[in-house]
């Protein structure tokens, strides 16, 4: 068995010595458990949270410990009448090759209906991120406006494309001009704009002439300092992430809060965070929807998978840089 460890707690942008690679004997299924055989291993921004120790939503990886992560692995062995042998589950095994479970938490892949990779992304964790935020804070309505940034990614490839659905103009924001040029192209976007270009500031105004009605925030930093003038009255911004903000130290500098807070009291900003699992009931919903708009392709996604778990610490280092395009996925074994 293969595993990626926490080797110690990173300042900053992490590095590859923050991982250590095992090797150890593969691990035994106990009476009620299955052992997993990991195929592929989603890589997400949550994961640089869990390698602090700060207070958090969710406890940190300890010291030593396995990464934590969402995996799509193959039942080698079954001590569990729920499961047999060769079935395909969704799982949370972590960065490892193989892995035990009890079962729970467990769900069974059709391969028939989407590539199984798809339920780390479009049609997982991330795809129902996006719609939860959506659906429940920025609520868009038919001809308004809806801008969201890491456009070309997991979430907000998404999320832009829902707000299509909805009736509304999506505005999406992704890094260099290949990503500008999917999102648009690809994805049907009606614009999309690099935040890397000189003026980016100018060119959002250009392309949000009616203001900004939703902003789904995903990273934080210039981009959100740039959407904030634009924004209209009764403007709604679900938090979803501040990816930009991830590996910063705390600083000292201007206090912006008071003219952050005077905007949400004169435009009557809604501003809400959420985590996605707080709206986990409404999950086969998101499946049956997202499911359908997948096969009559008003949904589509891209994956960026890259090879083998040694890779892994690279790639997730690359992820908070934007050096992913689409979904981060490991291909742990074959
Ligand atoms: P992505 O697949 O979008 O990958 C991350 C992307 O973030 C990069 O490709 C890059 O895109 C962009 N990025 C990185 N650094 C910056 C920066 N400094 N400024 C602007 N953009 C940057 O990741 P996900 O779709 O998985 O996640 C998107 C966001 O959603 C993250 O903030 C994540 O934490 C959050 N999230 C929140 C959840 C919740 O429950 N609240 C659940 C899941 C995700 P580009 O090159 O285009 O800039």
């Known amino acids: 068995n293969v595993r990626v460890t926490l080797a110690s707690r990173p300042r900053g942008l992490p590095s590859p010595e923050n991982f250590r690679t095992e090797r150890g004997p593969l691990p035994t299924a106990a009476e009620g458990e299955v052992l997993l055989q990991v195929l592929y291993l989603s890589l997400d921004p949550y994961m640089r949270g869990r390698m602090d120790d700060a207070k958090s939503y969710a406890p940190p990886v300890a010291i030593g410990g396995v990464m934590e992560g969402g995996t799509v692995a193959r039942v080698i062995r079954s001590r569990n009448s729920n499961f047999a042998p060769g079935d395909i589950v969704l799982s949370h095994s972590g960065w490892q090759t193989y892995a035990t479970s009890s079962g729970d938490g467990l769900r069974r892949l059709d391969a028939t209906q989407a590539p199984v990779t798809a339920a780390l992304g479009v049609l997982g ?120 903000h991830y590996n910063n130290e705390p600083a000292e500098g201007v206090d912006r809060l008071p003219g952050f807070m005077r905007a949400v009291l004169r435009k ?18 998101f499946l049956s929807e997202a499911s359908a708009w997948l096969a009559d392709g008003r ?33 742990v074994s074959e």
């Open 299 to 331: 949904l589509k996604f891209r994956e960026d998978i890259v090879d083998g778990l040694e890779n892994a610490p690279e790639a997730f280092i690359g992820l908070l840089q934007g050096k992913n395009f689409g979904k981060l996925i490991v291909r």
């Open 125 to 244: 964790m991330p795809g129902f991120t996006a719609y939860a935020g959506l659906r429940n804070i920025g609520r868009p309505k038919p001809g308004e406006t809806v801008v969201v940034a890491a456009a070309s990614g997991a979430v907000g490839s998404v999320v832009g494309q829902i707000a299509k659905i909805e009736g509304a103009r999506a505005v999406g924001i992704a890094g260099g001009p290949e990503k500008c040029a999917f999102v648009r192209d690809e994805l049907g976007f009606d614009v999309a704009i690099d935040h890397r270009a000189k003026d980016f500031n100018a060119q959002l105004a250009l392309a949000c002439p009616d203001g900004i009605d939703v902003y789904f925030e995903n990273v934080g930093g210039p981009v959100a300092e740039a959407v904030f003038p634009l924004l209209n009255d009764f403007a709604r911004i679900p938090v979803c992430g501040l990816i930009a």
């Open 268 to 285: 009557s900003l809604t501003v809400r965070g959420f985590i996605q699992r707080e709206f986990a009931d409404q999950r086969p919903d």
